[in-house]
């Protein structure tokens, strides 16, 4: 039997893969724990233990293959592919979002855009169109959406996650400035700018 | 001599202090390392790990009290006061972030608006102005502005983030998908959705 990894290792995978895509997009072809700690803000010895639960990938003293360890990255975090995903408010944010350039090539696209406001839906944002709610689990099940990003205010993202999680959604990447309660196997992930900010108050 | 709090378990304490923040609002008094834990997907030992480099703020088999361990990761974490941010970059993001509710009691207040397009400038959003970047400096310095938000595009966000250090901004939330290289001394986190995306792909 594997041990499960800690989800807290699972969540410096993204912050390595992003660090080697840049390494890669420099034209940097090795890199060292040691390198990748310093510009990360991670020690050394706590990178070679997070990627030592998924295999071996670099000798000592010779460092790691940044093209190599970013695909083995690319395969441990399942964006080899691209996950369509429906976003949940077509407001600021949800515009911001919908024009975002980071998906690119990163193993996500999104693919439906939904709102509550009549005088937003049938409207169309680039390639898409703005469908009411009312076609949230349709769209899912007949497009294989396994992921959501809700951008509706706070008063109406439970309702909405609630929705998602109803309609088939597995996993859901939160804006709104609350915390969302999904039943038992459904993920969540919230982002906000304040636990960024606090970060950085610490130190000044 | 004090041993300094490694970064990642500073990173840990605004997680800390939203599900406090929480469970106080909630009305719930009394908590444990293990109910925050099960809470945010952190072990029990870790959590207890954590708090212990900052002192002792519960008892063996009592639990911690919330209002006062809310109380001290606000003062540790130097959010017992109102830091004023300046925003670069009045774009869809940029005024999804000036609308943001969620800043409001946790220690931000975004004071300044910043764009580099002429036909912006001038114009109000909400209480504040839209500025040219030809003012930053002055801005900053006159109201005391250590921290800066990015909402730029990815082609402007190097620029952008030199004039903020160069200016006097000591910690910069970067939302360009690009990785910012600052100065030594200079604090910079970036915030990308792709990391909490990746993050859950791998439980797919």
Redesign the interface.
Known sequence: MTKPI???V??R???Y???LS?LAAEGTQVTSSHDLGKRL???AA?IRKDLSFFGEFGKQGTGYNVGYLREQLLR????DRE?P?ALIGV???G???A?????VD???RIVALFDSDPTKIGQRLGDLEIMSMDRLAEVVRERGI??A?I?V??KAAQKVAEACVAAGV??I?NYA?I?LKVPEGA?V????????????????
Do not use: E
């Open positions: 800690p989800d807290i699972v969540g995978l993204p912050i893969l992003r660090a840049f803000g991670i020690s706590q441990i975090l399942k964006v996950w995903i407001g600021d944010l515009r911001a979002l024009h975002y350039g980071g998906f990163r193993g996500f396994q992921m990003m951008a205010p706070a597995k996993a990447l400035p915390t993920l992930q919230h982002t906000d700018p304040v636990t960024h900010l606090q970060r950085m108050t610490y130190y000044l």
